[in-house]
């Protein structure tokens, strides 16, 4: 009964905190929501074989005729439109796509972006893992912030969970963390562990609650968005 009035709780305060979304473009193949004032989340779908069409979300923070992209949807064209909608609904010049770690639902649509000469920012290990992959990326720190359109954003690896290379990206002044694949959403399972870290995964969601105590929306890289209990749920999933 005490668990399950835990998930219950859990529950509710996911659907809470999704009250606050609004969707703001929506096609066959992309959706894009607003979770803040100046943050999006953009889902996109990925086939696997051992899934199914699968949801995969990424980050979009908008301010002042500039934008960020963190994680490119996995095919070329729906990166194109996330592009086009971007730059001719939305008036804004992309600054940057950054992946959050080097698997396909992150780094697949990536040409688009650089076909329009949009910089890729991959943290240097995503950079040697991609290495192989003919994807051509800047390598940058572990950590590293920029300032899109007067909006303060970071970039921060914690350490090793679902890769080695997972980074999150915070937006402070909205108090939104997009955790990627690093965090799981309410009641998900573990999913894809083929270069995962187990022993190192709820240490290091640890060390990312720790970071970032005042944080209001969290945005998993698969599944619905929640609050700071999705930190929770994925320390206490790989314990």
């Avoid at 095919?75 to 010049?93: F, H, M």
């Avoid at 009641?187 to 894809?192: E, I, P, Q, R, V």
């Avoid at 720790?210 to 929770?232: F, R, S």
Wanted: aromatic share 6%; proline share 4%.
């Amino acid at each position: 009964m005490r668990k399950m009035m835990c998930v219950l709780l859990m529950v509710l305060a996911v659907l809470a905190c999704n009250t606050n979304e609004e969707t703001v473009y929506k096609s066959d193949n992309l959706s894009i929501k607003k979770v803040g004032p100046h943050s999006y989340v953009h889902t996109s779908f990925l086939n696997t074989e051992q899934w199914g069409k699968v949801p995969c979300n990424g980050l979009l923070v908008l301010s002042e005729g500039k934008a960020l992209v963190c994680d490119s949807p996995s095919e070329q064209a729906v990166a194109e439109e996330l592009i086009n909608w971007i730059e001719n609904e939305k008036e804004a010049k992309i600054q940057a796509m950054v992946p959050t770690h080097f698997h396909v639902d992150c780094i697949g649509g990536a040409q688009a972006f650089i076909n329009k000469r949009i910089p890729v920012l991959a943290y240097e290990k995503t950079q040697e893992l991609l290495k192989d992959k003919d994807v051509a990326v800047r390598a940058v720190p572990g950590t590293f912030e920029m300032i899109i359109g007067g909006r303060e954003v970071e970039c921060r690896y914690f350490g090793a969970g679902h890769t080695i290379d997972n980074i999150v990206v915070s937006v402070p002044g909205d108090e939104v963390l997009f955790g990627g694949c690093l965090v799981k959403a309410a009641g998900a399972k573990k999913g894809n562990l083929e270069d995962a870290n187990e022993a190192a995964w709820s240490g290091t969601v640890q060390k990312v609650a720790e970071a970032y105590p005042t944080v209001k929306t969290v945005i998993p890289g698969h599944g619905a968005t929640g609050g700071k209990e999705l930190l929770d749920y994925t320390i206490t999933l790989f314990k």
